[in-house]
């Protein structure tokens, strides 16, 4: 068995595989100041909550805070007595990386993209809806050509009521009309549907640089709220994306960890 873990700005997503099956997943908050011990006694708490026995043999990590990943390693072995990967513009990818400063590119969209190769048509365009929306868009010939970074909605939605006197913090949810009726559904209005129309509008300008239709998956948390909002629909959602694509890293990466 292995265990995959992403580590994001605001939450780590940890998921078990046996062979090519996601066994399970959980969802947790990414604490710099929590120790490798604190970690460690995590990950044991976890597999002992499902009343079944998972034992990861190997695990391999995407992290976009390097000293996470880092005490997660630690705690990894010291616990479980595992070794890790940690996933790099060095791995060995799917994919060639077309761009002018590679190690600039995060592990999370690196695993993005290698899933993007191994499950569906390319060209591919993943957008990854995070603490930021990313686009990740591999061209036809596997070359990672680049991507796109905008806020994401919670950081929309906190920004305009932290920076403003009189707005509200709202939760995201999909608004009924465009037309806001009042502040909660009009910053709603602008938030989801602005959000929506940007994705929509991104899409095409990609797809003029790519020269063709791409393959549109999405994944995270908010995907499915922007979904009846889009002209362009996304021909996928894959909520496992990222864990899928670690996976995929780890076979080709195993040998020479």
Known sequence: MLFVIDIGNTNTNIG??????????????????KTADEYGILFLSLLNSTHTKFLPEASIISTVVPPLGETFKAALKKYLNIDTILISHKSKLPFKISLKEPKGLGADRIANAAAAVKLYPLPAIVIDFGTATSFDIVDENKNFVGGIITPGLKI???????????????????PKEVIGKDTISAMLSGIVRGHACMIDGMIKLCEQELGKKATIIATGGFSSVLFPDMERKFDHINKDLTLIGLKYLYDLNKENK
Request: aromatic share 8%; proline share 3%; net charge positive.
């Open 156 to 174: 929309q939605a906190n920004s305009l009521s932290s920076f403003t006197s009189k707005l509200p913090k709202v939760k995201i949810e999909a």
């Open 16 to 33: 078990v595989f046996d062979g090519e099956k996601l066994l399970i997943n959980w969802n947790v908050a990414s604490d710099t100041k």
